[in-house]
């Protein structure tokens, strides 16, 4: 039994009546709650903060809905904000618009809440403010500015008087009843927003430590972000990245950990579904998807019709676009996957990654002088960017430069983690070119020793023996890439690296056996 307050006769059992209609009570308590300037004004700035970013700058429609929302909810006029007035409001539908036949808000919605996720998952997540647009609303709701409101409508609950005149007491017990019914469930809806707000940023910091983890590419650290992950999704199961961050360290873990293709694959495809039946506009969760069929299954064809979706769904696909142009590019798609690579540069001009899959594409196309700038411009955001250093590299062989070659790769040497197989292998190459023959020698070696702590494709060290011209050894390094249906065998197949082995018939067989075309 709840608490009780007794008027004129009546029970009023609020702890049940809470618990029954607390939309009616939530609704009492923010009719009463008068408007708080310094919180209304935290909101605003937050507001501006968010539509300031280039995320939101190309989506003028969803800043004009988020701006729409929020200005009606601070004009206290929340309850106006219906799917009707949006669409005539903000996308000018005509006054016999209908929403049932025109879906036009829930879609925009959709949307406009994966671009909030992807915004404070990335630049805005330090913000003190968070906007969010819960489901089955297009009421916003400010993560920040609760606690404010709390303490102001715990000051303005007046205390109730022993004494009333007599004639009004029965309306005064009832207001005051009224007024007490809609605090308990003015507090019990900010406390259970509260606990949901400081779950989600407990689990922030934890996706935060994982993702952290996981860059450093190596089967320990890539095994403690899993289980960050898994913990991550004990107590907030319904986080959709969550579930494609899970994904992605399963994938990591058979690629670069060395798990078992059947351990972990079915796995990892069901948490990247998962992700997307949560949020079906979360490009983490297509990248993910993306890297299971590319890296797991090799089924090329499954990646470019998840890509396509993709750049349909999600609200900023330049993470789509870097892994899928890539792929376009090993099916011989090479006009696709230059336009995809040069939205990739336009979406994020200052991630160097960007630049040089541009690059990339066009080094695959046979275009090696239009690959030069992109590769350099990768290199100028970042100087330790190994995959522009050695695309350079092999511009610079192409035309026999070979000290021009060494210059580059030598410049790039890189601290730590993934990037050193690719160093390895590739100035081992040029050196082997150049007749360097003790220092071809010691990258393979390098690649060796590494092969104790990661996995090593064997193309890597098929590349050094390319460059000491012993195609046999080569071939049989490219075999056994193709047996373990590692990607990078792919990806050396269809590349002018190739080009000397292209009329070999077990490099034509390597090929067959992927189902990729040659050179």
């Known amino acids: 039994m709840g608490k009780v307050w007794v008027t004129s006769g009546n029970v009023f059992y609020f702890e049940e009546l809470v618990a029954k209609y607390p939309i009616v009570v939530t609704w009492w308590a923010f009719m009463l709650v008068p408007g708080n300037p310094e919180a209304d004004e935290r909101i605003r700035r937050a507001l501006e903060a968010v539509l300031a970013t280039p995320l939101f700058q190309r989506a003028e429609k969803q800043s004009a809905f988020l701006r729409y929302v929020i200005e009606k909810h601070l ?88 004494v009333l005149a007599q004639p009004d007491r029965r309306v005064w017990y009832l207001l005051a009843g009224v007024v007490v019914v809609a605090g308990i469930g003015y507090w019990q809806f900010t406390d259970r927003a509260q606990r949901a707000a400081e779950v989600r940023k407990a689990s922030r910091r934890t996706f935060q430590k994982a993702s952290d983890l996981h860059a450093q590419m190596t089967p320990a650290a890539i095994k403690e972000a899993r289980l960050l992950h898994e913990a991550i999704l004990r107590s907030d199961p319904d986080w959709a990245t969550a579930h494609s961050g899970l994904s992605h360290t399963y994938i990591s873990l058979i690629s670069v ?50 890509c396509r979706t993709a750049l349909e769904k999600a609200p900023d696909p330049f993470q789509i676009l870097a892994n899928c142009a890539p792929v376009q590019s090993i099916r011989g798609n090479h006009e696709i996957a230059e336009l995809w690579a040069r939205d990739a540069v336009r979406i994020r001009p200052r991630w160097s990654e960007t630049w040089s899959v541009q690059a990339f594409v ?158």
């Not at 106006?80 to 209908?98: F, W």
Request: hydrophobic letters at 40%.
């Open 257 to 306: 950990g060395g798990a078992r293709r059947d351990d972990l694959g079915k796995t990892a495809l069901a948490e990247a579904r998962r992700s997307l039946e949560l949020d079906p506009h979360l490009a983490d969760g297509f990248a993910a998807l993306v890297r299971y069929y590319r890296d797991i299954e090799m089924d090329f064809g499954s990646v470019e019709s998840v």
């Open 362 to 519: 066009l080094w695959r196309a046979g275009r090696g002088a239009e690959a030069v700038a992109p590769a350099r411009k990768a290199i100028e955001v970042d100087p330790k960017c190994i995959g522009a250093r050695a695309i350079l590299a092999m511009i610079a062989v192409d035309k026999d430069e070979l000290e021009e070659a060494m210059r580059v790769m030598e410049e790039g040497l890189p601290s730590s983690g993934i990037d050193r197989e690719e160093w390895y292998a590739y100035r081992g190459y040029v050196a082997a070119l150049s007749g360097m023959k003790s220092e071809a020698a010691r990258m393979y070696e390098a690649l060796e020793q590494r092969s104790q702590t990661h996995i090593v494709s064997p193309i890597s060290f098929a590349r050094i023996r390319m460059g000491e011209r012993n195609t046999e050894a080569a071939l049989t390094l490219i075999e056994e890439a193709v047996r373990r249906r590692d990607v990078e065998a792919a990806m050396f197949i269809t590349s002018p690296e190739a080009l000397p082995i292209r009329n070999n018939p077990r490099y034509r067989a390597a090929a067959r056996a992927l189902g990729v075309r040659t050179f």
């Open 75 to 162: 004009a206290g006029e929340s309850a106006s904000i219906k799917e009707y007035e949006i669409g005539t409001k903000v996308y000018h539908r005509s006054d016999s618009y209908d929403p049932r036949e025109d879906p036009i808000v829930r879609v925009e919605a959709s949307r406009l809440r994966a671009r909030l996720r992807e915004y404070y998952d990335t630049t805005g997540k330090n913000d003190p403010v968070r906007i969010e647009l819960p489901k089955g609303t297009y009421i916003p709701t400010f993560d920040g500015v609760l606690a404010s409101k709390t303490t102001q409508n715990d000051a303005i609950l007046p205390p109730f008087a022993p």
